[in-house]
């Protein structure tokens, strides 16, 4: 298995962003969303999947 993290800096990217993983990798298990703090005046979210 691997594991995958993707950081993210708006709702509409991780929107998007989640549509393409489930299409790329139907079988990708979604693990969890972190808060990593505000990096440049954005918000910057990770989100953890791994990969079967």
């Given at each position: 298995m691997n594991r995958m993290e993707i950081l993210?800096?708006?709702?509409?990217?991780?929107?998007e962003t989640?549509?393409?993983l489930?299409?790329?990798y139907p079988n990708a298990t979604f693990e969890g969303l972190e808060y990593v703090?505000?990096?440049n005046g954005?918000?910057?979210?990770?989100l953890?999947?791994?990969?079967n």
């Open positions: 993210i800096n708006s709702a509409d990217e991780m929107y989640m549509q393409t489930q299409s790329s703090g505000i990096e954005q918000l910057s979210i990770k953890s999947y791994t990969l």
